[in-house]
């Protein structure tokens, strides 16, 4: 079974400063995703970036970079220039690349932009 | 292009009903995933529907159940409602490939009397 880890549950940052969230994973498996998403209070996901087992290099997405250590099994997002509008949970996930399709999700970690 | 949508956005019931919920997923997309979110127990899977069929089940009692039509559109019914069932249920959708991001909807509320 897979594991999601996210040791901060909550965080704060200055505005324009970056922050890093933490997520470390566990599988057996060598094929997997990554992905972080985004949920205001609203209540809506919103995907942010993915990252692949097999990927060589860290994937970013304008301002959210994935810092992807294998060896390490951790991934974690790098948020540039916080802005207000990043206030939010964050939730990492990973997914088997084969057979069961399903997201495993981590608690989150709910960041709050400083203005 | 329009996102997910799930309706209705809020719902009350009380113990012992039954209640669906339903989602239309983005078009051309054929996977659809259903997630149930609670501050105890966060975010866990319930199942996915990939061309009319479950493709994948979560760890939930029978009483939690769905469907995808042809169009893709998904309901799921959850029946003889329990106090725990009060959440928020999100649904996804995807092209259906393993590193395809999952897109959700806004969610539906449920709360139980």
């Known amino acids: 079974a897979q594991k999601i880890t996210q040791t901060q549950p909550g965080m704060f940052v200055q505005e324009k400063e970056a922050v890093t969230l933490d997520c470390t994973y566990d599988?057996?498996?060598?094929?997997?995703?990554l992905f972080w998403y985004k949920q205001p209070s609203s209540g809506e996901m919103i995907f942010l970036i993915y990252?692949?087992?097999?990927?060589?290099q860290n994937a970013t997405e304008g301002r959210y970079s994935l810092n992807f250590q294998k060896a390490r099994k951790s991934a974690n997002l790098v948020i540039s220039a916080s802005q207000l509008g990043d206030s939010a949970m964050y939730f990492c996930?990973?997914?088997?690349?084969?057979?069961?399709?399903?997201?495993?999700f981590g608690k989150g970690t709910k960041l709050s932009v400083i203005p | 292009k329009a996102g997910v949508t799930q309706t209705p956005r809020y719902l009350i019931k009380t113990r012992g009903q039954q209640v669906t919920l339903s989602c239309s997923p983005i078009?051309?997309?054929?996977?659809v995933s259903w997630y149930q979110q609670t501050p105890g127990q966060g975010l866990q899977f319930l199942f996915e529907?990939?061309?009319?069929?479950?493709?994948n089940k979560g760890n939930f009692p029978g009483r939690f159940s769905g469907r995808q039509f042809s169009n893709s559109r998904s309901e799921m019914n959850v029946s003889t409602l329990e106090l725990g069932d009060s959440a928020l249920y999100l649904c996804?959708?995807?092209?259906?490939?393993?590193?395809?991001?999952?897109?959700f909807g806004d969610g539906t509320r449920l709360s139980i009397l």
């Open positions: 996804a959708s995807s092209l259906g490939g393993p590193q395809e991001p999952q897109h």
């Open positions: 599988t057996s498996d060598q094929s997997y995703g």
């Open positions: 990252q692949g087992s097999y990927d060589e």
């Open positions: 996930a990973m997914r088997l690349l084969a057979g069961s399709y399903q997201l495993t």
């Open positions: 078009s051309g997309h054929r996977s």
């Open positions: 529907y990939f061309s009319e069929t479950q493709r």
